[in-house]
């Protein structure tokens, strides 16, 4: 047996636990989920009835779902221009800071909401927009505007921008370190040629940090999409898509219908469709945004 | 003058930038000054830190998410050994031994990066029922230790290609196998990417919320995210009577081991972080 034989052996015995349990459970559900929806399941006798496209036809005459649209897209592009650009913000504001001490201590704070499991930090945000002792009506109380006081969250028309207002201003967390750990990473002629043809300040930020920092940017625009598409986690937490329907999303319905009302075949339908979307989305933007 | 001015410029912005982190930070500091107070105190005060303070909230809060504590830190301790174990193991394999189909088993397990989790979200739990792991703690530790090395052998590949292969090749000459090699000299010298990895795992599990709320079904087996929802719904709709001192002592009981992490390990999370290139 030849050495490289006998090295691919012992690979794939390292390699086994991996292959196999991805295959349960990483590639088995998503492929599943393909099959699944153009099935119905039936809870007598627990059956799976073939139903074609079925599933798929219903989604256009479910005005629920068609509603949960606009609320998705608002929701996602509201979250990524805010995901996009405030991290860039407060990266270059600390990347301008010239004591390096300073810098580091400032990277340490950028972590400390981590610490915080994410479902506290919306709660805690629940406890600022209650509508009785919350902070932000207090605060309106204080300044004499009680005619803007508002239930935000169970108000269906602020319900969607109170979402989005969640975690203002947004300044801290990991989305600056990865700003940053590109900034850094500029090489130091770079900056100082910059420097030498003028490009200080904002015009150096414009002409010289942007460009440099594509390759994140990328990545937040990518990851921000996948995940504006398919987060419920404010739905399951906050609002239940309420008041009536108007935070609803098409993943948090999908969930309704599958853990609500056993319509798993509908809902894997979802789930395909807004996959679809996600990975069209995904393939867009890796082609139109270009790094290096 | 020049200098003065540039001393002010620089004054204004760290004024501004530690503005913006006290901003967002403060709404942590609401639960660090609420959990102490009783409920009087509260009512004249749910703002600003007040004395004295009282512990008794924390007692009240155990007792509801208590048991959920421990379950997050069961399956928390065991989808980190377990996802960091096959991650690093993987990231040594594909860096360090030369095999055939290397590329497709590689290509193989990085390309699940690229499927949104939507998908298989439903068939998820059919897999988990079928596996007879309803309402068992199982279902997250499984899910986790092998959704682990998707990345993580991403990130643990690169590193361990930038180890020097001097440092292997000695061990070589003395006679030590593969698995020896990555457990006496890959492991040791990467432990802050494998501590990165460490805190991913452990942050996932702990604000994990979906998945437990699909499998777990009783509140013995809940996870501190299931626990938390759960004690604040229970205490909502009491309008100016909801006991949000207790609410905040239970939050503040769940950051705790997040606080510990990043204690002793964020400054190999910010070094992690800073090395892995997150950009595409």
């Known amino acids: 047996m030849s050495r490289k034989m006998r090295e691919s052996l012992q690979a794939y015995f390292f390699l086994s636990p991996i292959v196999i349990g991805l295959l349960i459970f990483a590639y088995y559900p998503p492929l599943r989920g393909l099959i699944t929806a153009f099935f119905e399941w039936i809870p007598a006798g627990d059956q799976w009835k073939f139903v074609g496209f079925d599933n ?26 805010i995901g996009v650009t405030v991290p860039f913000i407060m990266a270059e504001l600390i990347f301008f800071v010239r004591s390096e001490k300073l810098k580091y201590y400032y990277r340490v704070m950028l972590l400390l909401p981590l610490v915080v499991p994410g479902v506290v930090g919306m709660l805690v945000w629940n406890f600022i927009y209650d509508p009785n002792i919350g902070l932000i009506n207090s605060l309106l109380d204080a300044v004499g505007l009680e005619q803007l006081k508002h239930a935000w969250l169970s108000d269906s028309s602020t319900v969607l921008f109170a979402l989005l207002f969640m975690g203002f201003p947004w300044a801290a967390g990991i989305g600056p370190l990865i700003y940053l750990s590109g900034l850094m990473n ?3 002629e770079v900056i100082d040629s910059a420097r030498l043809d003028g490009a200080t300040g ?3 930020v414009l002409q010289v940090d942007i460009p440099m920092v594509t390759g994140q940017i990328k990545f937040f625009v990518v990851t921000g999409m996948i995940g504006g598409l398919q987060q419920f986690g404010q739905q399951l937490v906050l609002t239940g898509g309420g008041p009536g329907y108007s935070s609803m999303v098409p993943g948090y319905h999908m969930y309704v219908q599958a853990f609500t009302y056993n319509h798993f075949g509908y809902a894997s339908a979802i789930g395909l469709v807004l996959f679809a979307v996600a990975f069209g989305l995904t393939i867009v933007s890796m082609k139109f945004i270009k790094s290096e | ?25 403060y709404p942590m500091t609401i639960l660090l000054f609420g959990f102490t107070k009783d409920s009087l105190t509260w009512q004249y005060n749910q703002w600003l830190p007040a004395l004295p303070m009282w512990f008794t909230n924390l007692n009240y809060a155990w007792k509801q998410v208590g048991t959920a504590f421990w379950n997050t830190l069961f399956v928390a301790a065991a989808a980190t050994l377990g996802g960091v174990f096959l991650s690093s193991l993987g990231g040594f394999v594909f860096s360090r031994m030369k095999f055939y189909a290397k590329e497709i088993i590689f290509y193989f397990i990085i390309a699940l990066m690229m499927v949104p989790a939507i998908l298989g979200l439903i068939p998820w739990y059919l897999l988990i029922k079928e596996l007879g792991l309803l309402n068992s703690l199982w279902a997250l530790v499984f899910t986790s230790v092998f959704g682990a090395p998707i990345f993580g052998i991403f990130l643990l590949r690169g590193f361990f290609s930038s180890i020097p292969e001097e440092l292997f090749e000695a061990a070589k000459i003395d006679g030590c196998g593969n698995f020896k090699l990555y457990y006496k000299i890959a492991v040791p010298v990467s432990l802050s990417s494998l501590a990165t990895l460490a805190i991913m795992q452990v942050m996932g599990v702990w604000n994990d919320l979906v998945g437990p709320s699909i499998v777990l079904t009783s509140p013995d087996k809940f996870v501190i995210t299931l626990a938390l929802r759960n004690f604040s719904m229970s205490m909502s709709g009491g309008g100016m009577l909801t006991n949000y001192p207790a609410l905040f002592a239970a939050y503040v009981i769940s950051s705790i081991p997040l606080v510990l992490l990043f204690f002793f390990a964020s400054k190999y999370y910010i070094e992690g972080l800073t090395s892995s290139g997150m950009k595409l």
Not at chain 1, 56 to 81: C, H, K, W
């Open chain 1, 202 to 204: 904002l015009k150096r």
């Open chain 2, 1 to 25: 003058m020049r200098l003065s001015g540039k001393r002010a410029s620089q004054l204004a912005l760290n004024a501004f930038i530690v503005l913006l982190l006290a901003m967002s930070i």
């Open chain 1, 186 to 188: 500029i090489p130091t």
């Open chain 1, 56 to 81: 798929f036809a219903r989604m256009l005459t479910d005005e629920v779902l068609i509603a949960s649209v606009p609320n998705m897209i608002l929701l996602m592009f509201g979250g990524l221009l």
